[in-house]
């Protein structure tokens, strides 16, 4: 889908001076596009919630080409096929579990993703009265420029180890552990948070044991900072994100408020898609988008103040 001089939109037939007109679903989009643009210039503040469609839609997948190379020879021995399956193998030893989680959060929390997706969210929502809750842990909000006071990570963060037990309620930065743990399996990070095996290099499947991480409170193994189970740490500065988030909406359900979705699915619906409906029925001034490729819904209830987006968000947010 492209514009010509005259701000149109459509595609071009090889070979033809005319332009080919477009479809159903693309004017669908335009007509989607005006109207979030639309919302943007008249709101008094933009509240966000991304979901795992987003990070997916900044390049950061867990199949395919990627999880292979970076985790061919634990799945030839191991014999799955994605990066989330990985991360529950019941791994024999605490080194081997470190040496797979290590590659896993580098490359999902430490390295740039391949789409400026955040970048142009940023680009787009800088100058407004904004607030991001999100159930992503990858960091990205933060490395585009979001200010992290306008953060609330619901989920955790691939940045942050906890207690397995959890003993208490604290969190500790895991970014020097692991960058020696992929150094320590042969890879050598580079520019950009790329992960780069030298050639002729075999990646070591285990970590030395002296970098296994333990609390420094219980001593018992360290484990990630990410909601899987009632053993999830909320610590001070969750909690404090969350106050933020609450405060942030007390302060402006009275004014013109965009709720804008980007790519939430239904695995976690009650933690903001249902409240999101809520609010947007119950506020007079709320406007209600949803970019969601192939699942953008909004109940009766909120229709007319609705606006669904059936397209992937990266390339949306390029056209607005």
Known sequence: MIRDRTGQTGRWKKGSMFKVLPSDEEVDDMKGIHKLREALDHADAVIIRAG??????????????????????????????????????????????????????????????????????????????????????????????????????????????????????????????????????????????????????????????GLVPYCPVCHRPLGMNLRADDTFVEDEDWRRASDRYVRFLRRHQHLKVLFLELA?????????????????????DAVYVCVNNGEAYAPDEIREKSVCINADAREILECV
């Open 52 to 209: 795992a469609g987003l990070f997916a839609s900044a390049g950061f997948v867990y199949t395919g080409r990627r999880f292979d190379h970076y985790f061919h020879d634990f799945s030839v021995r191991y014999n799955f096929s994605d990066m989330y399956t990985g991360g529950f193998y019941p791994y024999r030893t605490l080194e081997e579990y470190w040496a797979y989680w290590s590659r896993y959060i580098y490359i999902n929390r430490y390295m740039d993703a391949p789409y400026p997706v955040y970048d142009r969210l940023y680009e787009l929502v800088r100058d407004k009265d904004y607030f991001v809750i999100t159930t992503n842990v990858d960091h990205c909000f933060q490395k585009a420029g979001f200010d992290w006071h306008r953060l609330f990570c619901t989920q955790g963060d691939y940045g942050l180890f906890q207690c397995s037990e959890p003993c208490c309620q604290m969190t500790y930065d895991n970014r020097d552990t692991i960058f020696q743990m992929v150094r320590a399996q042969g890879y050598v990070p580079g520019e950009n948070g790329a992960l780069n095996l030298p050639e002729g290099v075999t990646p070591r499947m285990t970590v030395p044991s």
């Open 264 to 284: 939430v699915g239904y695995n976690t619906p009650a933690i903001v898609k249902y409240s999101f409906w809520r609010m947007v029925h119950e506020w007079k």
